[in-house]
């Protein structure tokens, strides 16, 4: 399989909003046999092992701040014991973070095929979900990535939209969603990722309440500067389904 490198021209205006979102181009191709091999070199014991001692620990990883506001969301809203679902995984970071916390079990939808390494894990692929419901969704670097090819889905401009009204169906009615895609200027950088500004957000956000948001300043939505080390900036928000 290969991602696509160019959006069919029919799509154009509906990826930039009509000209409300930038548009840039950086290709991945991250659904060839090459690099799931790559991603599956992942998801061993050895490798959870040391991400679970680093969970433990709090340190970051390859998201760096993103990180951090997440351990200071779970001390206000604590995983002991609760169902988790985490969307989309290239490698068992996150697991590590829910495991570490005191889930009762952790299921992880991925477009690609994975092997469980823990009794507690389990790997699905969306077709594969059957009616399950969760205490508590992560969806962390994930959402801003549907729709664009770049892991084998399909085309889609509105992907990302249609991925979080399938994450509101995931959710007991209480249950909460800990989200977190790159913020700052509207933009499309295809096939890599969406940046969510003042147009986009609104449009992913709609049918939740924010519980709660971890690292926003006051111009979180007026520049694409506040990266870290070419990783783009991922505050958290905490939503639960109206």
Known sequence: MKAPEKIPGKFYNDYVMDGTAIMEYRYFNDCSDETQKLFNDNFTQEVFSNYLQKAENKER???????????????????????????????????????SHGVSNCTVIEYSKRESFHDKIIYKQPHEMKGEKFDVCFSISSI???????????????????????TRELLHEDGLLFLAVPIGLDKVVFNAHRVYGKNRIDKLLKG??????????????????????????QPLYVLKAE
């Open 208 to 233: 939740w309440t924010i519980a709660d948001q971890f690292g926003f300043f006051e111009d979180s939505f007026d520049n694409n500067i506040n990266g870290v080390n070419g990783t783009p900036y």
């Open 144 to 166: 801003e990535h549907d729709g664009l090819g770049r892991y084998g889905d399909p085309l889609n401009p509105i992907g990302d939209i249609e991925a979080m009204e399938k």
């Open 61 to 99: 990883n390859y998201y760096g701040p993103t990180d951090d506001w997440l351990y200071e969301a779970l001390q206000k809203y604590p995983l002991t014991d609760k169902s988790i679902c985490i969307i989309g995984s290239a490698n068992p970071w996150y697991e590590a973070i829910a495991i």
